[in-house]
C-alpha cells in the first residue's frame, strides 16, 4: 500500500499508474474500514498472532481506547460512549435483578443448586472447598443478565459503526441514536441504584417501622443509603473486563465454539477459509480471459 511520490506531467503512462495505485489504496483502506466495522477477526496479510492481536485491541472496552487502528469507524468518542453505556448497562441489569427477587419475595441468597466434587480429587481439596453453591441470584446474573449485556454492548456497538452502510447522514444519526440510549440508560441505572440503596426487605426491618408504601417492596426511610454493593460490583467489573472477556474474545477468535466453520462462531479460520475462497475465484477468472485472449490472437 505504498503510494507513488513521483509523477511525470509528460510520461503519460506514470500518471495512468499513480491513478491506479491510489485508486486500489482507497479500495483497500475502504475494505479494512468495512471488516473493522464489522468485528472482523481476520485482515488480509495478517498472520495468526496479529490478527488476535488486532481483534482483542480493537474490540475490547477499555484496551480499545488507546489501541484501536487508525482507520477504524469507532473512534475514542464513540468509545467512552460505549463504555459509559455497557457500564450503566451492567449495573441497571444486577439492581434490577436483586430488585425482582425482593418484589417477588424471592431469596436472592438462596442456593439454587450446589456442585460438590467427588472421587479420589475432593480428598486433596479442604472439606469447605468441596461443594459449590450456586444462589438465585448468581444464576439470573449468569445467564439473563450477562446475555442482556453482551446483546446490548453489540447493539450499541453496531448502532455507532454502521458497518453495512457508508453514508455519512447514517453515520451521524447512528451516534445520536447512542448517545440517547446511553443517557438513557445512565438515567435508568441512578434510579436502581438508589431504589437498591434504600431497599429494605421484611427481615431487615426493625419493630415499630412500617413501609411508606405498602405496596412497594423497597422503602424509603430516614436511614442512610446503603451503597456497600458498589464494590461488589466493581469486583465483578474488573474481573468481567480484564479476566473473562478476553477469555471469551480468544476463544470466539479462535474458531472452536463453531469449529471453524459456523457463522458468527467460526472464527479467525472461517474467515481465512473464505478469503482464499474469493481469492482462488478471482485467479481462475483472470485465467480465463488470459486464455480467452490467447485463443483470440
Given at each position: ?28 483502506e ?9 468485528r ?35 473512534t ?5 460512549v460505549?463504555l ?24 436472592y ?5 450446589s456442585?460438590?466434587l ?34 446490548f ?94 477469555i ?50
Amino acid at each position: 500500500m505504498n503510494k507513488t511520490t513521483t509523477l511525470s506531467t509528460t510520461d503519460d503512462d506514470s500518471s495512468i499508474s499513480m491513478s491506479i495505485n491510489e485508486n486500489d489504496e482507497i479500495d483497500n483502506e475502504e475494505a479494512i474500514i468495512k471488516k473493522l466495522s464489522l468485528r472482523a477477526y481476520h485482515l488480509p496479510g495478517n498472520s495468526f498472532m496479529r490478527d488476535w492481536a488486532m481483534y482483542v485491541k480493537n474490540n475490547h472496552l477499555v484496551f480499545g481506547i488507546c489501541c484501536h487502528h487508525r482507520l477504524h469507524p469507532v473512534t475514542l468518542k464513540h468509545r467512552l460512549v460505549i463504555l459509559l453505556g455497557s457500564l450503566a448497562c451492567g449495573m441497571s441489569i444486577t439492581n434490577v435483578i436483586y430488585l425482582w427477587h425482593v418484589w417477588q419475595n424471592m431469596g436472592y441468597d438462596d442456593t439454587a443448586f450446589s456442585l460438590t466434587l467427588g472421587g479420589d480429587f475432593s480428598e486433596r481439596i479442604p472439606e469447605n472447598y468441596q461443594r459449590v453453591d450456586i444462589t438465585h441470584g448468581m444464576a439470573m446474573l449468569w445467564t439473563f443478565g450477562s446475555g442482556a449485556h453482551s446483546l446490548f454492548d453489540l447493539f450499541l456497538w453496531h448502532v455507532i459503526a454502521c458497518g453495512c452502510c457508508r453514508r455519512k447522514w447514517f453515520h451521524s444519526a447512528g451516534w445520536y441514536i447512542a448517545v440517547s440510549i446511553t443517557f438513557v440508560m445512565v438515567a435508568l441505572t441512578s434510579f436502581f441504584a438508589l431504589a437498591r440503596a434504600y431497599e429494605t426487605n421484611n427481615e431487615q426491618i426493625p419493630e415499630g417501622l412500617e413501609f411508606s408504601n405498602p405496596g412497594s417492596p423497597f422503602a424509603f426511610g430516614d436511614e442512610e443509603p446503603d451503597f456497600k454493593f458498589l464494590w461488589g460490583y466493581l469486583v465483578e467489573l474488573v474481573m468481567s473486563l480484564f479476566v473473562y472477556t478476553p477469555i471469551v474474545q480468544s476463544l470466539l477468535f479462535s474458531g472452536v465454539l463453531g469449529c471453524g466453520v459456523v457463522p458468527f462462531l467460526g472464527g479467525r479460520p472461517r474467515e481465512v477459509r473464505k478469503e482464499n475462497q474469493q481469492l482462488a475465484k478471482q485467479i481462475n477468472v483472470v485465467k480465463s480471459i488470459n486464455k480467452s485472449n490467447l485463443d483470440s490472437v
